[in-house]
């Protein structure tokens, strides 16, 4: 069972927009972190944003601020990520990540969504 699937990717012209979902199945989300990370042909995969348990507080990696928006609904056991404006460098895959911190803290990885930014 995979713990994080991700869909919602695909081919999308500049400017334009797409809206990713995580699904998570075999634990709750409602006790973790989670985050969505990228990773562009030849590149190390890098953050993109996060956002706390209870959704009352979310992070940007510069490059996407103001475009990104990061959202959770804890009761579909669902994590988004809508993006906005997007430009050729936003090219890459794009995996979700679920941390729970303390006590046996543990993360769980998607297997992660392409998405293509082109003309």
């Known amino acids: 069972q995979v713990p994080l699937v991700e869909s919602g990717g695909g081919l999308v012209q500049p400017g334009g927009s797409l809206r990713l979902s995580c699904a998570a199945s075999?634990?709750?989300?409602?006790?973790?972190?989670m985050s969505w990370y990228r990773q562009g042909p030849g590149k190390e995969r890098e953050f993109v944003a996060s956002?706390?348990?209870?959704?009352?507080?979310?992070t940007y990696a510069d490059s996407v601020k103001g475009r990104f928006t990061i959202s959770r609904d804890n009761r579909k056991n669902t994590v988004y990520l809508q993006m906005n404006s997007l430009k050729p460098d936003d090219t890459a895959v794009y995996y979700c990540?679920?941390?729970?911190?303390?006590?046996?803290?543990?993360?769980?990885w998607g297997q992660g969504t392409q998405v293509t930014v082109s003309s």
């Open positions: 075999g634990f709750t989300i409602s006790s973790y972190t």
């Open positions: 990540k679920g941390l729970r911190i303390g006590v046996g803290a543990i993360s769980y």
């Open positions: 956002i706390t348990i209870t959704g009352g507080s979310t």
